[in-house]
Nanobody, 122 residues
Framework: VQLQASGGGLVQAGGSLRLSCTAS????????MAWFRQAPGKEREFIAS????????NYADSVKGRFAISRDNAKNTLYLQMNSLKPEDTAVYYC????????????????WGQGTQVTVSS
């Protein structure tokens, strides 16, 4: 599966953005999906994941209550709605896919999008 992330940009603190990740190739519904982010000089960090049907999701404590992951299998698209953004949310955001539940570990995900930059100004 090939992944293409989009929707990043510059936003003020307290604002919102919605990221999208469009998949092409094999059946999107057969993949567990996740969002990660990486700030300069830091390791790649788990943000959220969602099950194959979208019925189950998990979040990092740092974004719980502010971010929402969702998917539309008919459109082969994964979303990340980000609200109440903070300067510390500034990072490159990546979507990732795996046949199995990859949990929160980047090494468990076989497929990655190219990343989209999110910058939150104070």
């Amino acid at each position: 599966v090939q992944l293409q992330a989009s929707g990043g940009g510059l936003v003020q603190a307290g604002g919102s953005l919605r990221l999208s990740c469009t998949a092409s190739g094999r059946s999107f519904s057969g993949y567990w999906m996740a969002w990660f982010r990486q700030a300069p000089g830091k390791e790649r960090e788990f943000i959220a994941s969602i099950s194959w049907s979208g019925g189950s999701s998990n979040y990092a404590d740092s974004v719980k209550g502010r971010f929402a992951i969702s998917r539309d299998n008919a459109k082969n698209t994964l979303y990340l709605q980000m609200n109440s953004l903070k300067p510390e949310d500034t990072a490159v955001y990546y979507c990732a896919a795996n046949r199995r539940d990859g949990y929160y570990l980047p090494r468990n995900y076989a497929y990655w999008g190219q990343g989209t930059q999110v910058t939150v100004s104070s």
